[in-house]
């Protein structure tokens, strides 16, 4: 049971515009930045945004994230098919003191 | 440019340990936070811990406190992950993670990842 909550899975067609949500409480998001990961198959984690809304260099402003509150937002415009990987969610948590994940969501162009 | 090369696959028995490294380059390594992150086949990402390479100061997530040990080499640029009383389920793949990019630095973002070291714990 991961501390972040994710939907385990999401789908969209080429071109769709596709969202996913991580949930926490105000021990982590509610008190500390989120970061995205994208992970593609058999390799290591991406990172895709930090600070809740910023990218890092070379990451395309189709992706794009939000934090409200105690839970967050990945959103995935002008889908393309290596947009198929799995995406993590992650923040400090001062109760635990340390970096909690989300348990993923596998994103699934059809 | 900036380089994570992390040691090769370890098969370890249970109860024994595994050290793991991971060598920087293309940066100062004193400068930038080390943490370790696991991955057991088809699951999710879990984060072990933290280490400063210029003090030496680490931290670790509690499931792990008593039995991981992170430290360094400051001559040759290179983090180690040590974990003790292994079991099954510690059979994963173990990613260091150095914290921050070219203008950011909050807990946990990751702006370079070691390529994995797969640890397999079998009797």
């Known amino acids: 049971q991961s501390v972040l909550t994710q939907p385990p899975s999401a789908s969209g067609t080429p071109g769709q515009r596709v969202t996913i949500s991580c949930s926490g409480s105000s021990s982590n998001i509610g008190s500390n930045p989120v970061n995205w990961y994208q992970q593609l198959p058999g390799t290591a984690p991406k990172l895709l945004m930090y600070n809740n809304s910023q990218r890092p260099s070379g990451v395309p402003d189709r992706f794009s994230g939000s934090k409200s509150g105690t839970s967050a937002s990945l959103a995935i415009s002008g889908l393309q098919s290596e947009d198929e990987a799995d995406y993590y969610c992650?923040?400090?948590?001062?109760?635990?003191?340390?970096?909690?994940f989300g348990g993923g969501t596998k994103l699934t162009v059809l | 440019q900036v380089q994570l090369v992390q040691s090769g696959a370890e098969v370890r028995k249970p109860g024994a340990s595994v050290k793991v490294s991971c060598k920087a380059s293309g940066y100062t390594f004193t400068t930038y936070e080390i943490n370790w992150v696991r991955q057991a086949a088809g699951q999710g990402l879990e984060w072990m811990g933290w280490?400063?390479?210029?003090?030496?100061?680490?931290g670790y997530a509690q499931k792990f406190q008593g039995r991981v040990a992170m430290t360094r080499h400051t001559s040759n640029s290179t983090a180690y992950m040590e974990l003790s009383s292994l079991t099954s389920d510690d059979t994963a793949v173990y990613y260091c993670a150095r914290r921050g990019g070219e203008n950011f630095y909050g807990s946990g973002s990751y702006g370079y990842w070691g390529q994995g070291a797969l640890v397999t714990v079998s009797s």
């Open positions: 280490m400063n390479p210029h003090s030496g100061n680490t």
């Open positions: 992650a923040a400090w948590d001062v109760r635990l003191n340390g970096v909690v």
